[in-house]
């Protein structure tokens, strides 16, 4: 008697749990921690964007906007790792927003903390693209320069931005 | 369901004093890794300034109060006691406070758009033992829930995954060239984090080989779908392919997943039994000794 009673409630707390889990999921895109479908690498061969950062400190000349190769980005290598920066938030910064404000360019901005104090960092946007050929291209746009004090956004690009708001 | 249930939880069977110290070691390990999430994401948030994607309940509440005057490191703190308050049984609802300042936690960490499941499978666990406090007095029922618990939703999330791919990508997701794109992807990842340019012997070999990367996914792939495996007895062999699967997304992509790779290993093998042999050859003074500690502590 007792086991069946275990048995039940082990049911329905199970079952609970799924149907909770199925709910949150779908009315969340499919994310509501630590409830998920686990989308990562589901798209298998699709376009991707990601970023990096160059130190422009001691590049001689105006800023460049033009897209380069990894072979001819300007400056220095700029390592994320070393601030205790996560490449994912820079990335995201740069492929996920569809627009930009002035509490969003602070927020970017207080990412890289103390490290914009003495630096010129450039962020390059990385287009990954799946070619015909089956060949893989990788373009990197300038996206966004930062000094100490200010941020100038790549003017050829079409970037939202909420009024009163482009620097 | 009743066979699954009867499998995965077993409350009638006897419980050793082997299983009670395993628990107790597994009630640690969770420790570690709540403890570590929680002051890992707690001092990152404090580097944080907008919400690009709300996740979880940061699209109810606005989580931006955690990113200034500390607030991530005193939820740090509180769920660090919270889970103590669980461990040592002050309070019943010490895991439950636990698990909910941790979504917090979560939602307020991965507010900029990138999307980590490297902690799932801790919040599961954390879950399953929220749960078992609440709704179970008796502790062997709460350990043997939890064990089960977290052992259907661990094997349930990979198959998810591997659900997740063939509706969105169908069969062909396994196309050796989607290999090559992340192997890609990750390496100006790798780039931006460490500002060297590199790929190790085991990525290059991939990326000369279609056949390869094709198996490679293949074999990812089957593993992950037959997930669901580890609800039956021999649950060692699929979770020892998920663990190998981990270690060759390691090497592949340089993603790591630290805490799936642990409680893959820790609920794969059977320790309580090792530990029951083991406690066989001691003296039954020692072993009256450790069943006193272990029912004491646990």
């Known amino acids: ?167 | 369901m009743t066979a699954l249930i009867h499998r995965l939880f077993d409350f009638e069977r006897d419980e050793s004093v082997g299983e009670v110290l395993f628990y107790r070691v597994f009630e640690l390990i969770v420790m570690y890794w709540v403890v570590f999430f929680a002051w890992k994401w707690g001092l990152y948030i404090q580097r944080l300034g907008d919400i690009v994607l709300p996740l979880g309940i940061a699209n109810y509440v606005d989580v931006s109060f955690m990113f200034t005057g500390g607030m991530s490191l005193w939820n740090a703190a509180l769920i660090s006691i919270a889970f103590f308050v669980g461990l040592v049984r002050i309070s019943r609802y010490g895991y439950l406070a636990a698990f909910l300042l941790m979504h917090l936690q979560y939602a307020s960490r991965f507010v900029l758009g990138e999307i980590s499941h490297g902690s799932n499978v801790i919040g599961f666990v954390l879950l399953g033992m929220a749960l078992a406090a609440v709704f179970f007095e008796d502790m062997t029922h709460r350990r043997r829930f939890v064990i089960g618990f977290s052992i259907f939703f661990i094997g349930l999330g990979y198959s998810t995954a591997a659900v997740s791919k063939l509706v969105a990508s169908g069969v062909f997701w396994v196309d050796g060239s989607h290999l090559w794109m992340w192997i890609h992807e990750r390496t100006v990842d790798t780039y931006s984090l460490t500002g060297v340019l590199s790929q190790n012997p085991l990525q290059r070999t991939l990326l000369d080989s279609h056949l390869l990367s094709t198996l490679t996914l293949a074999f990812g792939l089957v593993t992950e779908f037959f997930g669901f495996l580890m609800w039956y007895r021999r649950r060692w062999i699929i979770m020892t392919l998920l663990f190998s699967m981990h270690i060759g997304i390691l090497m592949s992509m340089k993603i790591n997943f630290p805490a799936n790779n642990v409680l893959l290993l820790v609920l794969a093998y059977p320790w309580a039994s090792l530990l029951d042999h083991g406690l066989g050859h001691l003296k039954k003074a020692s072993i009256d000794r450790i069943r006193w500690i272990s029912s004491v502590l646990c």
């Open chain 1, 1 to 167: 008697m007792e086991s069946m009673l275990h048995s039940v409630r082990i049911k329905r707390l199970l079952t609970g749990t799924l149907l909770v889990y199925a709910l949150l999921v779908s009315t969340h895109l499919g994310e509501f921690w630590p409830f998920s479908i686990y989308p990562m690498f589901s798209r298998g061969g699709h376009d991707w964007s990601r970023a990096i950062v160059r130190d422009m400190k001691g590049s001689a000349g105006a800023i460049r906007w033009e897209p380069s190769s990894i072979d001819t980005l300007p400056g220095e290598a700029f390592a994320l790792d070393d601030q205790g920066i996560n490449q994912n938030d820079i990335a995201n910064f740069v492929a996920k927003s569809a627009q930009w404000s002035p509490r969003r360019v602070a927020a970017m901005r207080k990412v890289f903390g103390p490290a914009l104090d003495s630096r010129q960092l450039l962020l390059y946007r990385a287009d990954g693209r799946l070619e015909e050929d089956k060949s893989i291209t990788v373009t990197f746009t300038p996206f966004i320069f930062m000094t100490s004090d200010s941020t100038y956004f790549n003017p050829s690009l079409d970037i939202s931005f909420e009024s009163e708001s482009n620097p």
